[in-house]
């Protein structure tokens, strides 16, 4: 049973602060007070103005309870079958000189309590004496061993930190805070916080998809990277979309179409590449990051990314780590640009005017994991041909600057051309010019992710693939760039780990932290080789890299963490034949 509008308060008091909770919501009409006490209700009746409280409380159609446990909520019988829209614990403590570990205990215990009695959609607000929570939003904030950590123990009941504000004390004048140390003296609530949280997704396993698609007229059925697996099929460029990546393009649109005309091209065209594709046009793009990709039938079961192919791995010893497979008609590549796919359409183009095609779609790169390594993300290439002597370049370089500056972008002169770059992602996209020098050609290749993480200050790029509906909802009205993003989880914890292991001549860096994404749910922001060590004897080399786990999506929680980095140690013990030490 639901409480519409309904507030839990826990380990109260005196009552006094929901007292005067019960009174505002009797005003506004807006649902009932349930108030308890881990106290007898004789114990509680001592309290200097209880039984006052109390009689406000019932007669604003509130209710009191008393020996309720808030570590044990799901266990009350009072409370069995209710859901509260808010549960409310002000100034938690454990009693007498107990120090933070058990008063995070507490918290932790609280936080597995209240999610069993609240409602989806719920809030649970938490109100600290300043530097007690050990956030960015205590001044002073405290050091992390000495706060109570309320964001890490609220994670480990999949809660995550969506506001921090000051608590108001005059707006409950006749609270009157009580329990501190177990004793009548009352808690300074001068500069406390209410901390806020609410419920953060589940996480979801990577998968191996199959996907099928139409390649140079043939049905190609292939077996996705399961690291890759949440990139595919999202729907951001749909014409009805409000995704931020979605609005940076409408935004780079619009402020070209004032000066030349540009029309996107509504063409579908398929993930994968054949290897001569990519040797008409690889402008930009590191042959060792790409994914390559055997067909299905072929019967190299799930794992069909570059490094589990004998037939790859033969070409490139004959022409090199770096080269491309020539005349190999069953390799593909999950295509790591759309230049390719643009040289064909624009060869289609009828209209010689001064203009621009557009083609815009997810592209994969094999990168290794780092705050600004996307191994996923949505390109735009432009393409025009110009009249001679205009400098084309130049003229649009110039004009995207105009439309980026505003945001941290800026031109740096390249051979053959200019890219755009900002702090902290470094490079967002580049221009160069073609070879015919009576038409010249312009190409303009754009990291749609990174741009839409700098024009709406998105802290993490991995914020754009999140299924949370919470964060679409901010982009409904569709923003202009530059209006700030609200986090969805306020103050997320890193959490360390090393690993180390044995492994042989056959390793590959690449497989490795394909294996962080695929184990890690995509939660590991960086990783860092910080040892590496060769047996002169045993011809095997122990490697030994620092991953930090963290995200902007999800509740992490240090147990989750550490889950998550024992399945890395198995998925790379079955996969990698590494030993792990």
Known sequence: MSLQGSILLVGEGNFSFSASLSQQHNEAASGSVIATCLQSEEEALRQEGAAENIQIITDSGGAVLFGVDCTRLGECASLQGCLFDRVVFNFPHCGRKSGVKKNRDLLKTFFLSCVQVLAEGGEVHVSLCNGQGGTPADQPKREWHNSWQVTAMAAEAQLILTE??????????????????????????????????????????????????????????????????????????????????????????????????????????????????????????????????????????????????????????????????????????????????????????????????????????????????????????????FPSGSKPVSLLGQRLESLLAPYGVSLVKEQGGLSLTAKPMGVVGNLFAGNDTDQPAITVCLNLDLLAALLFALPDWRLLWSRDPRFLQQFALRPSPGQPFRPLSLYPEPFIFDISFWTGSAYKEKEFHAAVREASCGTVERVKLIDRFSHPELSQTSYCYRLAYRSHTHALAHSRALQFHKQLELLLSSRLQVTIR
Not at 218 to 243: I, T, W
Not at 314 to 337: C, I, M, N, Q
């Open 164 to 385: 921090v504000r000051p608590f108001e004390s005059e707006k409950n004048q006749s609270y009157k805070c009580t329990g501190y140390r177990s004793q009548d003296k009352g808690f300074h609530v001068e500069k406390a916080l209410v901390h806020v949280f609410t419920r953060s997704l589940p996480y979801t396993s990577a998968l191996a998809l199959t996907v099928e698609e139409t390649v140079g007229g043939q049905k190609v059925e292939y077996n996705l990277p399961a690291e890759l697996s949440d990139y595919m099929f999202r729907g951001f460029l749909s014409a009805n979309s409000v995704h931020p990546v979605r609005l940076v393009q409408d935004f780079l649109h619009a402020g070209l179409t004032e000066e030349w005309s540009v029309r996107m091209g509504l063409e579908s065209v398929p993930s994968l590449l054949t290897a001569q594709q990519l040797h008409t046009c690889s402008h930009g793009v590191d042959a060792a990051r790409w994914y390559w990709i055997q067909p299905a039938e072929e019967g190299l079961g799930a794992d069909t990314a570059d490094s589990s192919s004998d037939k790859v791995e033969r070409v490139r010893s004959r022409e090199g780590e770096d080269a491309a497979p020539r005349g190999e008609s069953a390799l593909y590549v999950l295509r790591p640009s759309l230049l390719p796919q643009m040289e064909e359409l624009f060869t289609k183009k009828e209209d010689c005017a001064p203009s621009l095609l557009g083609l815009s779609g997810v592209v994969f790169r094999n990168v290794p994991v780092g705050l600004w390594a996307l191994p996923a993300f949505h390109q735009l290439v432009l393409k025009g041909v």
